[in-house]
């Protein structure tokens, strides 16, 4: 089993709509939880850290299930300009481990 | 402020050839990173530096592959001699130390596009 790991999608999804998607982790000792957002041909940029409690930013919620070892991102009121692949980040004793990436398209 | 520099861009070449990537971090930022990413594999660490030092370099896939820091400001990644199979963007990131670095943000540069003909 992977250590983390994503469904790759693509997730096509109507302007307007919610979508949630997860990522799963594999060692329950990892420590801290990221989303990065990846536009095609460009590099990774940080969306927001994972915090135990879950945490909003605008129309993002990220939350962390640490009994279930997943991560999950929830977008609402989707835009087009949110079309892009999303990687999860797990870390654990200074080890970084991305996920491959789900990939999201906003349908107009 | 300039975010992380890499260079070049492109690159193509043929196999067999040495091949140098170059990175400048931000400044003030005590980690350095080399990521490579491919559509099968993803994006993978390849060797991370703190102070100028590798920590770990359990990622890098064999001993064609080489990375140094001569300074807090520089790194070059090499590989030689390249094979078709290195064709990948690379990534170079910084990081500041405060906090750690399992709870910092990574700052990645706009990578290095490899080709190995």
């Known amino acids: 089993r992977k250590e983390v790991e994503q469904d790759p999608g693509p997730f096509n999804v109507p302007e307007g709509a919610t979508v949630a998607f997860n990522c799963t982790y594999s060692n329950s000792a990892s420590q801290s939880f990221f989303w990065y957002r990846q536009d095609c041909r460009k590099e990774p940029k940080l969306l927001m850290s994972v915090y135990s409690s879950g945490n909003e930013d605008g129309r993002f919620t990220a939350q962390l299930n640490r009994a279930s070892q997943y991560i999950s991102l929830l977008i609402r009121d989707s835009k087009l300009s949110d079309s892009a692949t999303y990687l999860c980040v797990v870390n654990r004793d200074d080890k970084i481990i991305f996920g491959k990436g789900t990939r999201l398209h906003i349908l107009p | 402020d300039a975010g992380v520099i890499q260079s070049p861009r492109h690159e193509v070449t043929e196999m067999g050839q040495e091949v140098t990537l170059r990175c400048k971090p931000i400044s003030g930022h005590d980690y350095l990173f080399w990521y490579r990413q491919t559509m099968m594999r993803g994006l993978e660490l390849l060797i991370y530096f703190n102070n ?29 001699p390249s094979e078709p199979r290195d064709s990948a963007v690379y990534f170079c990131a910084s990081s500041p130390v405060a906090g750690g670095l399992s709870y910092n943000e990574q700052f990645f540069g706009p990578g290095t596009r490899l080709t190995v003909l």
Not at chain 2, 54 to 77: C, H, Q, V, W, Y
């Open chain 2, 52 to 80: 100028n030092v590798p920590i770990d370099d359990s990622g890098m896939p064999e001993d064609r592959f080489s990375a140094k820091m001569p300074n807090a400001s520089f790194s070059t990644l090499k590989i030689q």
